[in-house]
C-alpha cells in the first residue's frame, strides 16, 4: 500500500484500489458476502498491479472487462437483496462466479509479472500521440464505418466471408481509441472524439449483447493510457466515464433478466423429456433447478 501513498492525491489505480477496498467491507452486509468481497478483491488487485506505473492501459481493460462480466452481475443481484442464485436460478452460479474470480486474479497475477519485467513509457506513448492527425483519424474512422457497417450487415453473421468482413469492421475500434487519446494529448478535436463515442453507443444499444460497452471501455482506455497528460477536469471526466460505464452495466443487466426470471420459458430438469414450465413464481424455478 505504500507505493499508492506515493502515486499523488488522484490516480485511477488509487481510485480502483479504494472501490474495491470499499466493496470488501460492506460484503459482510452482502446476501453473497464471500462473492462480493471477491469482487472488491479482484477489482483492488486488477488496481493495485496493471494500473502501475509502466503498466500498458490495454492490460486493465482486458481484465477488467472479465471482472466485470462476473461482477456486475453479483453487485446487482446483491444490490437488489436477492443474491446471485435467485437473479439466475438454474445452475451452480455460486461456484461459477468463484471459478471466475479465482481466474481473473491469476490472470491479474500473471500480466503484472510481466509489466514489471517490461514496463513501457508514459512519455513514448505521448510523443507518438503528438504526431497523429487528429483530422486523418476522424476520416479513416467514419470511412471504415461507412464502408464496414453497411459490408457487415449484407455478410450477416454466417458465410464464408463473414469472419473477414468482423476483422475488417473491428479495425474501427483500434481507430477509436487513437482518436480519443491524441485529442486528449493536443487538447484538440474534443468534439469529433465525443460523437464518435455517441454513434458507437448509439449502434451499440441496438443490440441485445450490450454492445454500448465497447466504445465506453475503449474511451476509458484512452483516457488511462494519457492520464498523466491530463488536465484536472479531464480526470473528473475518466472517472465520470468509469461511474457511467458501471451504472449502464447494471441497469443493463435488470434489463436483461427481468424478463427472463418474470415472463420467459425456461427449462426444467426435473421434467420428463423436452418440456418447459412458466417462470412467473422464482421460487418455483429455484425449485425446479435445485434438483
Not at 513501457?120 to 464505418?145: E, H, K, P, T
Request: aromatic share 8%; charged share 10%; hydrophobic share 60%.
Amino acid at each position: 500500500m505504500a507505493c499508492l501513498v506515493r502515486d499523488g492525491p488522484v490516480t485511477p489505480r488509487r481510485l480502483v484500489v479504494l472501490a474495491g477496498v470499499a466493496l470488501v467491507l460492506v460484503a459482510p452486509a452482502a446476501v453473497d458476502p464471500v462473492l462480493v468481497a471477491g469482487c472488491g478483491a479482484c477489482l483492488a488487485l486488477i488496481g493495485a498491479v496493471l494500473l502501475a506505473p509502466g503498466a500498458p492501459p490495454v492490460f486493465a481493460l482486458v481484465v477488467g472487462y472479465q471482472w466485470a462480466q462476473v461482477a456486475v452481475a453479483t453487485l446487482y443481484a446483491n444490490a437488489t437483496g436477492e443474491g446471485i442464485e435467485g437473479l439466475y436460478p438454474v445452475g451452480d452460479v455460486v461456484l461459477a462466479t468463484a471459478y471466475g474470480l479465482l481466474a481473473i486474479a491469476t490472470a491479474a497475477l500473471a500480466l503484472g509479472l510481466l509489466v514489471w519485467r517490461f514496463p513501457i513509457s508514459a512519455d513514448a506513448i505521448g510523443n507518438a500521440l503528438r504526431r497523429m492527425s487528429v483530422l486523418r483519424l476522424v476520416q479513416c474512422y467514419a470511412a471504415l464505418g461507412l464502408i464496414g457497417l453497411p459490408l457487415e450487415r449484407m455478410v450477416g453473421v454466417g458465410g464464408q466471408a463473414a469472419q473477414l468482413v468482423q476483422a475488417f469492421v473491428d479495425l474501427r475500434w483500434a481507430l477509436l481509441f487513437l482518436l480519443v487519446a491524441a485529442a486528449l494529448v493536443q487538447r484538440r478535436g474534443a468534439l469529433w472524439s465525443a460523437a464518435a463515442v455517441t454513434v458507437e453507443l448509439a449502434i451499440g444499444f441496438s443490440g441485445f449483447f450490450a454492445g454500448f460497452a465497447e466504445p465506453l471501455m475503449l474511451a476509458l482506455l484512452a483516457f488511462l493510457s494519457v492520464f498523466a497528460f491530463l488536465r484536472p477536469h479531464q480526470r473528473v471526466a475518466a472517472a465520470a466515464l468509469a461511474i457511467a460505464m458501471l451504472g449502464l452495466g447494471v441497469i443493463w443487466q435488470g434489463f436483461k433478466n427481468e424478463p427472463l426470471l418474470k415472463s420467459e420459458w425456461v427449462i426444467c430438469p426435473r421434467l420428463n423429456g423436452p418440456r418447459s414450465m412458466r417462470s412467473d413464481d422464482r421460487k418455483a424455478v429455484r425449485g425446479c433447478a435445485g434438483g
